[in-house]
Every structure is written in structure tokens, then in C-alpha cells.
């Protein structure tokens, strides 16, 4: 079983539309959760942290479950921009020693 | 937030030659600093952990003969790629954590290798 586990996509939407991301993670141990952004040929950069209460970031909102195991992030009203690669990133403590998911594609359309 | 630099950004070389990136920390100061292979449509695999001042950690199944790393100062690490064969063909992406702050990692913009 793979550490960290994402649906690759592409999620195809229409600007506006309203999406959803699960991940998985299979280290019980882990303490810290993250998404993260890449785009194409580009280095991820960090999205927002995920607390177990559940966050929230303008259109972005991220969700912890830890008693499944289990990682989503909610984007309201795609835009354009919004087209790229999401990491789902788990951390056994803090920062340092990130496994990464190979990321969901997401691709918002006029 | 803090800025990390990789040069080259892309480098094409014939397979058996050496390749090295360099990785740079351009306003903080680093500690430590991570080196991340990723394949095309595959996950950020972490290669080793490089520490300022002493030897690299090293992930199972990353030769360290092979993978040269050399953490000199608080603002510079690079990775060497000895004799590159086209399975080394990869992006390779360096981290540096900002230990005076949040403990995060900065990504740098990655190099591209491509081994013929």
C-alpha cells in the first residue's frame, strides 16, 4: 500500500464549479498534513496546512479525518488559475520528512 | 517567503558524464536542505538530507556513490550526479528549511536533467 494515495485525474470542470480532493495516508504516526500546488515542470509550493479542525483559505477549505486516515480539500468557484496539480503531503513531525502524493490534476475550462 | 535558487534550471549531457546542481538559500540561512527526484506523473521521492557541516542522510535504495552531496555552507547545497545514465533522467528539486522561523520547506525551481 502506498504511503500517501491520491486520485490522479484530471478532474475536468467549468470555471465556477465547485471541487472536491481526498487523499489517503497509511502512517498512523503522522502528525502534520499539508496541500500543496504544482504546476507543470514547476517546484510544489504550499497550499495551506490542514488541521484536524478543519481550515479554511478564501475558496479553499481542507479537512482532516484522522480516524480514517483521510486528507480532502473542497475549491469553491474554480477559476482558470486554479488549473494545476495538488499535493497531498503528510509529515510524521512538522515540516521535515514530507512524503508526498503523486497529486490530483485539476483542469478548469472557460 | 523565504527564496530558493537551482542552477542549472535544465542541463542535457551524454551518459557517463558527471552533472551538478547547485542549491541555494538566497535570504535565510539553511541548516538543512533536501534533495527530491521526481519522475514524469510520480510523486516527490525524497533522495537524502543534506546537513551543513557533516555527511548526508541517505534514503533506502539512494547509492550515495552515485549521488554525490556536499552541504559546505549555510546557504549552499549541491547535489553531483556521477556518471549519468538516461535512467537518471529525472527533475531533481531542492529544499531548504528556514530554521529561524516556521521549520518550512522553501522549494527551489528544480533542474531538469536529461541524460542521452
Known amino acids: 500500500r502506498k504511503e500517501v494515495e491520491q486520485d490522479p485525474g484530471p478532474f475536468n470542470v467549468p470555471e465556477g464549479a465547485t471541487v472536491a480532493f481526498n487523499c489517503t495516508y497509511s502512517?498512523?504516526?503522522?502528525?502534520?498534513f499539508f496541500w500543496y500546488r504544482q504546476d507543470c515542470r514547476k517546484e510544489p509550493k504550499l497550499l495551506m496546512s490542514?488541521?484536524?479542525s478543519g481550515n479554511e483559505d478564501g475558496r479553499f477549505t481542507a479537512q482532516l479525518n484522522r480516524a480514517s486516515q483521510y486528507i480532502s480539500l473542497l475549491i469553491r468557484d474554480s477559476k482558470l488559475s486554479d488549473s494545476a496539480t495538488y499535493l497531498c503531503?503528510?509529515?510524521?513531525?512538522?515540516?521535515?520528512?514530507?512524503?508526498f502524493g503523486k497529486g490530483t490534476m485539476l483542469l478548469v475550462s472557460p | 517567503g523565504a527564496v530558493v535558487s537551482q542552477h542549472p534550471s535544465w542541463v542535457i549531457c551524454k551518459s557517463g558524464t558527471s552533472v551538478k546542481i547547485e542549491c541555494r538559500s538566497l535570504d535565510f540561512q539553511a541548516t538543512t536542505m533536501f534533495w527530491y527526484r521526481q519522475f514524469p506523473k510520480q510523486s516527490l521521492m525524497l533522495m537524502a538530507t543534506?546537513?551543513?557541516?557533516?555527511?548526508?542522510?541517505?534514503e533506502q535504495g539512494v547509492e550515495k556513490d552515485k549521488f554525490l552531496i556536499n552541504h559546505a555552507s549555510l546557504t549552499l547545497s549541491t547535489l553531483t550526479v556521477t556518471s549519468a545514465h538516461p535512467e537518471d533522467s529525472s527533475f531533481y528539486i531542492c529544499s531548504a528549511i528556514n530554521s529561524g522561523r516556521t521549520g518550512e520547506q522553501f522549494f527551489g525551481p528544480g533542474t531538469r536533467l536529461t541524460v542521452l
Open positions: 503531503v503528510v509529515s510524521t513531525g512538522g515540516y521535515s520528512t514530507l512524503t
Open positions: 490542514v488541521y484536524s
Open positions: 543534506s546537513n551543513e557541516g557533516s555527511k548526508a542522510t541517505y
Open positions: 502512517n498512523s504516526a503522522s502528525q502534520s
